[in-house]
């Protein structure tokens, strides 16, 4: 699989950029646990200069909730997609608008909480749209229990579609992702007639990669994943935060 340059990236940012993050792996390290992330204290701040930077056209794209990502990041508040597009916020002072709850949702957190018991170390994050199965503190078992979610899910209801990341399978409602949510944000007012560019580390984000080089734009791979979707690399979300800090400055060198 072709290995995209690294960094430092041999571009000028473009004040029509639209910029589309993930969280996890890309903004902020990777946790055993979903809630035992640390999210460093500058970020909402420069989350905020890129917002203003851009003129608003900043939107984090990521399989946590809207409402996660407004408590944590808080006070900035940013267009956003959740639960690998399954909920969109347009804009920031917007309603997010989520699909309507899937029936297979509520049968199938029952299941997996009863089967998925018996293996200690394995964690089910219940979110509205979706449900996340983590078992990075137990990778041994994880192709064995991803088989079991799947087998799980497959036996509710066929419109249902597992995400495999990085120690964590999601079960989701078929025909949602984050290149659908790319594509939403893009039609929207804030972001229309821009350059989109994406930052992702994971096979989640690989749908976000085509969305954006499909409409022109650039797909930035973070970490040591391989991927053929890539124009760029950076190694690691603190090298994503050190890139990011440098945009506004760099943004009003272009500009004047």
Avoid at 56 to 84: K, N
Avoid at 154 to 164: A, N, Q, R, S, Y
Avoid at 165 to 182: F, L, P, S
Avoid at 207 to 214: C, I, L, P, T, W
């Amino acid at each position: 699989m072709a290995t995209a340059p690294s960094a430092p990236l041999p571009l000028l940012p473009r004040p029509d950029w639209a910029l589309f993050l993930d969280i996890d792996g890309t903004l902020i390290e990777h946790a055993d646990h979903p809630e035992g992330v640390n999210i460093p204290s500058d970020l909402p701040d420069l989350l905020a200069r890129l917002q203003s930077a851009l003129d608003g056209a900043v939107a984090l794209v990521s399989g946590r909730t809207i409402d996660w990502m407004d408590r944590r990041f808080a006070p900035t508040r940013l267009a956003a997609s959740g639960q690998h597009g399954a909920e969109v916020r347009l804009a920031p002072d917007a309603p997010s608008v989520p699909i309507p709850l899937p029936k297979w949702r509520r049968p199938l957190e029952q299941a997996l909480d009863e089967v998925l018991a018996t293996w200690p170390g394995v964690y089910v994050e219940h979110k509205p749209l979706s449900l996340a199965v983590h078992f990075r503190a137990v990778p041994q078992f994880g192709e064995a229990i991803m088989d079991r979610v799947i087998a799980l899910g497959t036996g509710i209801d066929g419109g249902v579609e597992f995400l495999k990341g990085k120690y964590v399978i999601e079960v989701r409602q078929a025909g949602r992702n984050k290149g659908t949510a790319v594509a939403e944000l893009m039609n929207s007012a804030l972001f229309a007639g821009r350059r989109p560019v994406f930052l992702g580390d994971d096979v989640t984000d690989e749908d976000g990669f085509r969305a954006v080089r499909a409409a022109g734009g650039l797909a930035l791979a973070v970490g040591p994943r391989p991927t053929d979707q890539a124009d760029f690399k950076l190694a690691s979300p603190t090298e994503v935060r050190r890139w990011l800090t440098d945009l506004p400055t760099a943004l009003e060198r272009v500009n004047s």
